[in-house]
Structure formats: C-alpha cells, structure tokens
C-alpha cells in the first residue's frame, strides 16, 4: 500500500477493501520520504472507507421513458395561417 503526493491511496490488491465485508475503516502508519531520502517520524491515519455501486444489486435501476408521440400540430397552424391567401388569389382570378 501507498500513498501518492495528492493524498489518494494506492492498494495493490483492491478486494482487501471491501466495505460490504464490514470494513469501514483502515489505520494506516505513515513514513513519507523525499527525494534526498530523508524519512520523516512515522504518523498514525486513518482513512475512511466508502461504500460504491461495486455489486449488481446496489446498481441504480435506469427506467426508460416512454417517448413521445409527434403530432401534426404546426402543420394545423400553418394550415390556417395560410388559409386567407388562398381566399385571396380566388377573388382575384375573377
């Protein structure tokens, strides 16, 4: 196990961490190391573990929405829009 610079903690084997196993936590003794190779005193952390949709029945149901029926609505409208220009070219054409 380690721990990167930003803080995240890097397991080799990730099933050791299994909150459905009733692990909720870890205490871990940390030693950082720079680059000279200087070692700090150790420091006792305790990290929290959390419990993720990692199982099939603590996956989130998707539920599909019915979709939608198109209507001929606009084609109405323009319909009627358009209705008085057709009255119009009549008169004219008499």
């Known amino acids: 196990m380690s721990v990167t610079s930003s803080g995240d903690v890097v397991v080799m084997n990730q099933d050791v961490l299994d909150y459905d196993a009733g692990l909720t936590s870890?205490?871990?003794e940390v030693v950082a190391t720079d680059r000279s190779g200087?070692?700090?005193?150790?420091?006792?952390?305790?990290?929290t573990v959390?419990?993720?949709a990692d199982?099939?029945?603590e996956q989130p149901v998707v539920v599909e929405?019915?979709?939608?029926?198109s209507s001929s609505g606009s084609l109405a409208w323009l319909t009627l829009l358009a209705a008085?220009?057709?009255?119009?070219?009549r008169r004219k054409q008499k």
């Open 38 to 47: 200087n070692v700090s005193e150790s420091a006792m952390v305790t990290v």
């Open 50 to 52: 959390n419990n993720l």
């Open 84 to 89: 008085p220009f057709a009255f119009m070219r």
């Open 65 to 69: 929405e019915p979709k939608k029926k």
């Open 55 to 57: 199982e099939a029945s």
């Open 26 to 28: 870890i205490e871990l």
